[in-house]
């Protein structure tokens, strides 16, 4: 039987059947790499989703965490993937960085928009600003904004450091929502890389990169501008994997360090490491 393209088998999950691991990058449509080799020369927009899934078996949408997501060309691309192919798709920035009291009408209307890729919809990425500590008010919008997401499939990423405590992971325990897995660099405030599982239905983690001088500043080039080594990442598989596998029945893992194509070669970096622990 061929194995599709980035998803791998690995030993584990709470059934001990396994754990379905989907490998893939942060966004794909990205000019750059072309000029970095990962698409072939002269590779257009429109057609980099078909060659992207050449190699991998799942994206996390990035483009809707800038605009609202749509139906219309949300359906295209999904016509234009293998049948096999995942989505997981960020929720909107009007719902996370720049909140205003008319975020249930932007929750609905991303609910609309998503609709063509529900049937293979991994999570909807709530991807939490570092200023978003763990006041009262923001705990009560969260709980509202999981509330309002409910029916779906959700992975929470919080950046900052006062939500890394035993009732938050409990509390996300219970609505069997994805605590995020971060590989970021190891900074004061930060929320720390974890191996907690709070939804045994996913494990879903995002290689942001080491860039610690990068990492603050307003540059998005410099702050995702990191290249995995092959020892950073067989320690990942070696430590923290292992641990989320084992209590996980599916993971995804994105590499979100898109500067020079570093996040397709290191995913595919990834997949090697994995394949050799899989079968060896």
């Not at 060309?73 to 960085?97: E, G, I």
């Amino acid at each position: 039987m061929n194995r599709q393209p980035g998803k791998i088998l690995l030993a584990g999950g709470p059934d001990k059947r396994g754990c379905d691991i989907f490998l893939g990058t942060s966004g794909y449509s990205y000019t750059e790499w072309v000029d970095n080799g990962f698409y072939p020369p002269g590779t257009k927009s429109a057609t980099m989703l078909e060659l992207y899934s050449r190699c991998f078996s799942t994206v996390e949408l990035n483009y809707v965490w800038y605009q609202m997501a749509r139906a219309e060309p949300l359906a295209r691309m999904a016509a234009k993937a293998p049948q096999h192919f995942r989505f997981s798709s960020k929720l909107t920035r009007t719902m996370t960085h720049e909140r205003d009291s008319e975020w249930r009408a932007q929750l609905q209307l991303y609910r609309e928009g998503i609709v063509p890729i529900l049937e293979r919809l991994v999570a909807v990425l709530v991807q939490l600003p570092p200023d978003f500590d763990r006041t009262v008010g923001n705990r009560r919008y969260l709980a509202e904004l999981l509330d309002g997401l409910q029916g779906l499939p959700v992975a929470v990423e919080f950046r900052h450091a006062s939500w890394a405590i035993d009732s938050v992971f409990k509390e996300l325990e219970r609505r069997r929502v994805t605590l995020v897995t971060v590989d970021e660099p190891e900074l004061p405030g930060l929320f720390p890389s974890l191996d907690v599982i709070t939804n045994p239905d996913l494990f879903y983690v995002r290689f942001h990169g080491r860039n610690e001088s990068g990492w603050r500043s307003d540059n998005m080039q410099k702050k995702f501008d990191y290249d995995y080594s092959e020892n950073e990442l067989f320690l990942w598989c070696e430590q923290k994997l292992p641990q989320l596998a084992a209590h996980a029945s599916h993971g995804v893992i994105y590499f979100n360090n898109h500067v020079r194509a570093q996040a397709p070669n290191n995913a595919r970096r990834l997949e090697k490491i994995l394949l050799n622990r899989a079968t060896g």
